[in-house]
């Protein structure tokens, strides 16, 4: 796993943050060390995976990166006859998602997809969705209309699993959880000049929401069961059932 050190040295300008080639590289050791309880998320995912994959339906991982929930997804579940569907934005990212899973010996199919969420998403046969970290990243003038086209796309009691950072409902929270997460980064080995470098670079490319907004987009989508399984400050996780 190479380590993040993207931003360790000063930069004169800050380009706008991507999923290309440098952050690709890097980016397990990236989320490893700025998601917190990165791997406990992981292991919740997959396990609640188990209740919804039925046999011979597909799984989509849309924003599959490197491949990593790819890859936990199928331990978990085992040989349902399932196809696990990667779809991911980035050729650098889905390069580096073929070559960690030519180390796993899949149960079940697999397909990888380029496609933009901002342009829209086609699913089918669908029982089960994830979203680690990928939703904050679609512009907010389309997350509407690709949540309701996830909704629409899932089999009845089919699921949506949503992970998102989120602004804190209030401003005195949200300054609160941000500074204890940038205290969780320094303790993962990240300088100040780190943080503050890559918050410059995804100041206009992640577009969080609050919590309350998330559950209010999930609803008007049309999902009956909505609930929160995960939350850490300024990070959460929500289940979603149609």
């Known amino acids: 796993m190479s380590k993040d050190d993207i931003y360790r040295q000063s930069k004169s300008f800050i380009d706008d943050f991507d999923f290309g ?7 397990d050791d990236m989320l490893e060390r700025s998601v917190p309880f990165y791997r406990e998320l992981q292991r919740m995912i997959a396990e609640m995976a188990v209740d919804f994959a039925a046999p011979d339906t597909r799984i989509y991982d849309f924003g599959c990166s490197t491949g990593t ?28 998602c073929r070559a960690k899973m030519a180390g796993h010996a899949f149960s079940n199919a697999v397909e ?14 669908a029982t089960l969705a994830v979203m680690i970290l990928t939703l904050q990243f679609v512009r907010p003038l389309y997350r509407d209309r690709l949540v309701k086209t996830i909704h629409e796309g899932l089999e009845q009691n089919g699921a949506l699993i949503l992970v998102e950072k989120v602004l804190g409902e209030s401003s005195l929270f949200n300054r609160s959880f941000i500074h204890y997460y940038y205290e969780f980064k320094k303790r993962n080995g990240y300088t100040e000049l780190e943080i503050a470098q890559k918050r410059e670079a995804l100041e206009n490319v992640l577009v969080p929401y609050k919590l309350a907004e998330n559950l ?4 008007v989508a049309g999902f009956r069961y909505i609930d929160v ?8 996780g929500i289940v979603a059932v149609k």
Do not use: C
């Open 229 to 236: 399984f995960f939350k850490w400050y300024n990070f959460v």
């Open 112 to 125: 990888l997809v380029r496609a933009d969420l901002n342009q829209g998403i086609a699913m089918d046969d």
């Open 216 to 219: 209010e987009m999930l609803r």
């Open 69 to 96: 929930t790819l890859i936990g997804l199928d331990r978990a579940i085992g040989p349902r006859r399932l196809t696990l569907v990667g779809v991911d934005n980035s050729e650098e990212m889905l390069a580096k």
């Open 21 to 27: 080639e440098n952050v690709a590289t890097v980016f």
